[in-house]
């Protein structure tokens, strides 16, 4: 079919703010006729995931831990939702996604567990499993006013393409060391306003 037109966005690491931020925008711009679809695996067990937090009652502990995020799904809880990730570490790939979707949302929507698999139920082998959930909202789009694109965003001057370059190898040496995502605080980078600003980039990371 040619009558559709698929929009790929691609979300990272997000602040509450920023994911709100998106929502909104995002909601400004849907109709009765859009759909949006946040992609996502739920909880990855086992060593190969590096997420052994339970050696018994494998499936019955993985199947709590995915209900438990499933919980904050239903009642629309994109901060709950950030939070028992963090907390439970269950690796849950696309929370970001998710929680932007749930902030678009106001109260009279309608949540549907469709359907919930591992596959670890599909291979009899629970040794490691990766979760999935199926969950359909239905309801009518709230009437978000029309966000314009920001605009006057400043431009990064080589000094600040310097920084950033910087700023994201010594992210990665922290992260490594420390298992956890830095503070700007932490690291000793000087960040402009325009290093501020929410900007794309692709970036290959080479050994050595």
């Not at 703010?17 to 995002?26: H, L, Q």
């Not at 190969?48 to 499933?70: C, H, S, T, W």
């Not at 979760?131 to 978000?144: C, E, K």
Request: with cysteine; net charge negative; aromatic share 8%.
């Amino acid at each position: 079919r040619e009558d559709f037109k698929i929009v790929p966005i691609v979300a990272g690491q997000c602040s509450l703010e920023t994911i709100k931020r998106a929502g909104a925008v995002i909601g400004s711009l849907v109709d009765m006729e859009t759909l949006v679809i946040a992609s996502s695996d739920f909880t990855h067990y086992g060593p190969r995931f590096g997420y052994v937090p339970f050696k018994e009652n494998i499936p019955e502990q993985i199947k709590k831990l995915d209900m438990g995020a499933y919980e904050y799904i239903a009642n629309l809880d994109s901060e709950g939702l950030l939070s028992y990730e963090r907390k439970t570490n269950a690796n849950i790939c696309g929370c970001i996604p998710i929680a932007i979707l749930l902030s678009m949302f106001e109260k009279d929507v309608k949540v549907d567990l469709v359907r919930y698999a591992t596959s670890g139920d599909l291979t009899g082998d629970f040794t490691n499993s990766v979760s999935y959930l199926s969950v359909a909202f239905s309801g009518a789009w709230p009437n978000h006013p029309r966000i314009e694109p920001q605009v006057n965003t400043p431009e990064l001057t080589d000094k600040d393409k310097e920084q950033l370059l910087i700023l994201a190898r010594k992210t990665i040496d922290y992260a490594l060391q420390n298992h956890r995502i830095p503070h700007e605080s932490e690291l000793g980078i000087s960040i402009s306003d325009a290093m501020r600003c929410p900007r794309a980039a692709f970036v290959t990371l080479k050994k050595n």
